[in-house]
């Protein structure tokens, strides 16, 4: 037991001279069984290390107070894994919308969690999303289609197309109501699919386009799942779970909160063929695409971890080769944590046995988006 002490101790100690370039200022864990408290603000990984006359070591000005008596008092069951150690260091989740999820799709993610015992990692996403989340005549953005969401207050969380991105906007939706060949015959069969929902562009205001479907549906983003994991008891590695199961899963559970289903699709008239002819109200077509995924389902596509591009430089220039961090990490039996940047991601990853699940070329190539990022933050 003091072997096993002393060598989580040691991982926690490490962990810390890394803990600045991971989360930046304010490093706090909340988690009382932990009984690990890094006081606030920033923690130099070159600052000196000294002892107070507590003996708990000391960095800079600031003090580490460590206890571990109700983690080794506790059955062992209820000991934590090297996950759990590294994820104290996280913030926890106090306000989901601002990480882009609604909250009954956040209390979704922990069930799913704790009644599978998985290791979750949902993408941080546009904040402005949840306004459109449960509304009627909206839907999630489905794969295919690349552009990226408004954050603008005016169509808030909606693939949108204005200025010179309008052009483009034509050229994205002809492709998808005609893929062409160049396409795996994966990605064709999926466009295909989608190419039978006759998506347009839709005029919101002068110069300003958003994405419907044939039965007026406007698009807004959709939840993308970075990884999806599972450690049984023992297990040095974590298995990664496959979006043939997790997809599934995961949509029938968050239809359950009654944000999502078919009844808040939109239907439009249409023309009359002749004379006398009735309108018929045209809905929307339920196409199953990959997954069994249908257009009111939220999770569209499967995880970017498993993504067979995610460490090619050659597809669409590299731009999402590598990691996508944030992410929510949603846990069994315990509180959801944000992880902002790449390194935090590498470090929990690395935890589950799934560190060379990138290249190295892929692994830089995330933290130069962190750096990006964080100068268009400001920060």
């Not at 009984?35 to 708990?56: E, I, K, Y």
């Not at 297990?235 to 199961?245: E, K, N």
């Not at 390194?343 to 990138?358: D, F, I, Q, T």
Request: positive net charge; hydrophobic residues 35%; charged residues 25%.
């Amino acid at each position: 037991m003091k072997t096993a002490g002393k060598a989580i101790v040691a991982e926690i100690w490490t962990f810390v001279g890394e803990a600045q370039a991971v989360l930046g200022d304010g490093i706090v864990s909340r988690e009382p069984s932990m009984a690990v408290l890094v006081r606030h603000r920033s923690l130099s990984a070159s600052a000196p290390r000294a002892q107070t006359r507590g003996g708990a070591p000391e960095i800079g000005n600031r003090t580490l107070l460590r206890s571990f008596s109700s983690v080794f008092g506790a059955p062992e069951s209820c000991k934590p894994s090297g996950s759990d150690l590294i994820g104290a260091f996280f913030p926890e989740v106090r306000d989901f919308k601002s990480l882009g999820l609604d909250p009954l799709e956040a209390v979704a993610f922990q069930s799913l969690a704790d009644q599978n015992g998985f290791d979750i990692f949902v993408r941080t996403g546009n904040a402005s999303r949840v306004a459109n989340v449960g509304r009627f005549g909206m839907r999630p953005k489905p794969a295919g289609v690349y552009q990226k969401t408004n954050k603008a207050a005016s169509f808030p969380g909606v693939v949108l197309y204005h200025g010179e991105d309008v052009e483009k906007g034509k050229k994205d939706v002809r492709n998808i109501r005609r893929p062409h060949s160049t396409h795996s015959k994966r990605a064709l069969r999926g466009l295909r699919a989608l190419a039978r929902e006759r998506l347009r562009l839709d005029k919101l205001a002068p110069g300003i386009f958003g994405v419907r479907d044939s039965a007026g549906n406007l698009i807004y983003g959709d939840i993308d799942i970075h990884g999806v994991y599972r450690r049984a008891d023992g297990q040095r590695r974590a298995d990664r779970v496959g979006g043939l199961t997790f997809v599934p899963l995961f949509n029938a559970k968050l239809m359950e909160t009654g944000l999502y289903g078919p009844s808040l699709l939109a239907h439009r008239n249409v023309a009359p063929k002749g004379p006398g002819a009735r309108k018929p109200a045209r809905k929307t077509p339920m196409v199953t695409k990959r997954y069994g995924v249908l257009p009111h389902h939220p999770i569209q596509h499967g995880a970017h971890d498993a993504w067979a591009k995610r460490n090619d430089t050659a597809y669409a220039g590299g731009v999402n080769m590598g990691p996508l961090p944030g992410v929510i990490h949603f846990q069994p039996n315990a509180k959801p944590r944000h992880i902002p940047t790449v390194a935090g991601y590498k470090r929990v990853l690395e935890s589950l046995g799934h560190g060379r699940n990138y290249t190295e070329a892929a692994w830089l190539n995330g933290h130069k988006r962190d750096t990006l990022v964080a100068r268009h933050a400001g920060r």
